[in-house]
């Protein structure tokens, strides 16, 4: 995308055919993006839980008196936002020693991006008015990555795979406060859902009987349990799995003889 004076001010994302809509990434996002990536090789964002909405929104008929601050439209459950004990309807005055302005919409976006590149698991102060009182807070940013958990795609067995977190999925975590793994989704025809696996069953194991079984308790046991069974050629094509559902275990044999890929 380019202006007027035929300068680059975005990277296109989306376009509408129809009255000629577009969406575009803001160079100045992608060059940062790109210095990040030469300098660290990825790029990190802190999640804080924080929604966020100008002073004067006449989207929602909001308008509060004040030229600097940003409103606290809402605060995500079990989040960093949360446990620090801000609410919806605090106005932010500081994060850090960084003043917030956000007395119009357009102000947002870099907002969320300062949020964002907060240090993660470091503690930053935070000033804000509730009913008119001046108070501060101690909030301590995850990483967003930590926050979302990763996952993992059991292709032949037909179903994915992914990390147990507190934020997202807290009924799990109650049942595995240690963390783990639980299925995210089950494909349908497929052999994990014709053994009788469910969505939001926690892995607990895996193996060929009771005595040889391994315990999975991250991501990583997980790819590695599966990548020795499925190169495995000589096996019988069935693997045990010790699930936990609704807080009881279970056995469930998986047959994978059959490969759904190959028949799409």
């Given at each position: 995308?380019v202006?007027?004076?035929?300068?680059?001010v975005?990277?296109?994302?989306?376009?509408?055919m129809?009255?000629?809509?577009?969406?575009?990434?803001?160079?100045?996002?992608?060059?940062?993006i790109?210095r990040?990536?030469?300098r660290?090789?990825?790029?990190?964002?802190?999640?804080?839980?924080?929604?966020?909405?100008?002073?004067?929104?006449?989207?929602?008929?909001?308008?509060?008196?004040?030229?600097?601050?940003?409103?606290?439209?809402?605060?995500?459950?079990?989040?960093?936002a949360?446990?620090?004990?801000?609410?919806?309807?605090?106005?932010?005055?500081?994060?850090?020693?960084?003043?917030?302005?956000?007395?119009?919409?357009?102000?947002?976006?870099?907002?969320?991006?300062?949020?964002?590149?907060?240090?993660?698991?470091?503690?930053?102060?935070?000033?804000?008015?509730?009913?008119?009182?001046?108070?501060?807070?101690?909030?301590?940013?995850?990483?967003?990555?930590?926050?979302?958990?990763?996952?993992f795609?059991?292709r032949?067995?037909?179903?994915?795979?992914?990390?147990?977190?507190?934020?997202?999925?807290?009924?799990?975590?109650?049942?595995?406060?240690?963390?783990?793994?639980?299925v995210?989704?089950?494909?349908?025809?497929?052999?994990?859902?014709?053994?009788?696996?469910?969505r939001?069953?926690?892995?607990?194991?895996?193996?060929?009987?009771?005595?040889?079984?391994?315990?999975?308790?991250n991501?990583?046991?997980?790819?590695?349990?599966?990548?020795?069974?499925i190169?495995?050629?000589?096996r019988?094509?069935?693997?045990?799995?010790?699930?936990?559902?609704?807080?009881?275990?279970?056995?469930?044999?998986?047959d994978?003889r059959?490969?759904?890929?190959?028949?799409?």
């Open positions: 995308m202006n007027t004076e035929g300068k680059i975005g990277i296109n994302t989306l376009g509408v129809i009255g000629g809509l577009g969406f575009s990434i803001p160079s100045n996002v992608v060059k940062d790109v990040r990536l030469e660290d090789g990825e790029v990190i964002r802190a999640w804080t839980g924080l929604r966020l909405q100008a002073l004067q929104d006449f989207n929602s008929n909001t308008f509060i008196e004040g030229d600097t601050g940003v409103l606290v439209a809402g605060v995500e459950d079990n989040s960093p949360e446990y620090a004990g801000l609410q919806a309807g605090d106005v932010l005055l500081t994060v850090g020693d960084i003043e917030y302005v956000g007395k119009y919409v357009e102000q947002l976006p870099n907002l969320y991006w300062r949020l964002a590149d907060l240090p993660a698991d470091e503690e930053v102060t935070i000033t804000y008015q509730r009913r008119g009182e001046i108070m501060q807070t101690k909030l301590l940013p995850f990483l967003k990555e930590k926050f979302e958990g990763e996952d795609d059991c032949r067995w037909n179903m994915t795979v992914k990390e147990i977190s507190k934020f997202i999925n807290p009924d799990l975590h109650f049942h595995r406060p240690q963390g783990g793994l639980f995210q989704a089950v494909r349908y025809p497929g052999n994990a859902a014709k053994a009788g696996i469910r939001d069953d926690i892995i607990m194991g895996i193996g060929d009987s009771l005595d040889d079984m391994q315990q999975i308790d991501l990583q046991a997980m790819e590695k349990a599966y990548q020795k069974i190169s495995d050629e000589q019988e094509k069935k693997v045990l799995i010790k699930i936990l559902r609704d807080g009881l275990e279970q056995l469930i044999v998986l994978y059959k490969d759904y890929d190959e028949e799409d």
